[in-house]
């Protein structure tokens, strides 16, 4: 008897939101993911696991020296990256951009619980692999011009994500800058609650059960 998917379609391109906005120039807060590459590797912490992101920003100016950087975290720390996300994207707005899709793969493809050996290789390269996508989607809805009108998506969700890719960082001046820019068309509240999520990385490590599972790699990248 087939059996009927429950999981959020993961290869449909969204072709329509690409190509009904394609001019629209990206604001300077979001620009700067086009140029930005990531990648991650597990990196062990004595009985932990830190997922450690490697990130590569190229100018677009070519004689300008490409700039890269790491931040770790652990698993925990995506854990509230994905809690705050799916707090920003809950679907009580309407907006013309993919807020539903991308809050339904950050839901159902995000590495699952596991008790025993959780930081077994096998068990933590499957994770790895299932948060470097799902950092990639989020990075590709952003830089999507036919997701630009909505202002949860550009400004909120764009906020959450640099001060996860970026940490503590201060080697880049302009982007850090980009940032504060962004944020100035915001109201207050929702400043102060991205701030108070980014200092929560460290503060609330110890309350959160670890999520343990060897997710299954899908290539879902609708904002391509």
């Known amino acids: ?8 379609p993961i290869f449909n ?11 629209i120039e990206l604001p300077e807060a979001i620009a700067w993911f086009e140029h930005l590459r990531l990648s991650m590797q597990t990196v062990p912490s004595g009985r932990s696991v830190q997922y450690e992101v490697h990130a590569t920003y190229t100018p677009p100016c070519c004689q300008d ?3 890269e950087w790491t931040v770790s975290h652990p698993f925990d720390g995506y854990r509230r990256l994905r809690k705050q996300l799916m707090r920003r994207l809950r679907p009580n707005h309407i907006c013309p951009a ?7 793969v950050i839901k159902n493809h995000f590495p699952k619980p ?25 990075q ?3 830089v999507n011009r036919g997701n630009q009108g909505c202002n949860v998506l550009v400004q909120d969700v764009c906020y959450d994500f640099a001060s996860f890719i970026l940490g503590q960082n201060s080697k880049l001046p302009e982007v850090t800058l980009a940032m504060a820019l962004s944020r ?17 990385y460290e503060e609330r490590c ?10 299954r790699g899908r290539g879902y990248r609708k904002s391509e």
């Open 65 to 67: 020296a490409e700039i």
């Open 98 to 104: 993919e807020c539903k899709w991308l809050r339904s």
């Open 114 to 138: 596991k008790i025993l050996a959780p930081n077994a290789p096998r068990t933590t390269e499957a994770r790895r692999q299932s948060l470097i996508r799902i950092l990639r989607t989020l």
């Open 13 to 23: 391109f969204s072709g329509y939101y690409r190509n009904r906005a394609s001019s």
């Open 206 to 215: 110890e309350n959160i059960s670890p999520f343990r599972n060897n997710s």
């Open 1 to 8: 008897m087939a059996v009927a998917a429950t999981c959020t």
């Open 184 to 200: 100035c068309s915001s109201d207050q509240s929702t400043r102060n609650s991205s701030a108070s999520f980014s200092s929560d």
């Open 140 to 142: 590709a809805a952003l």
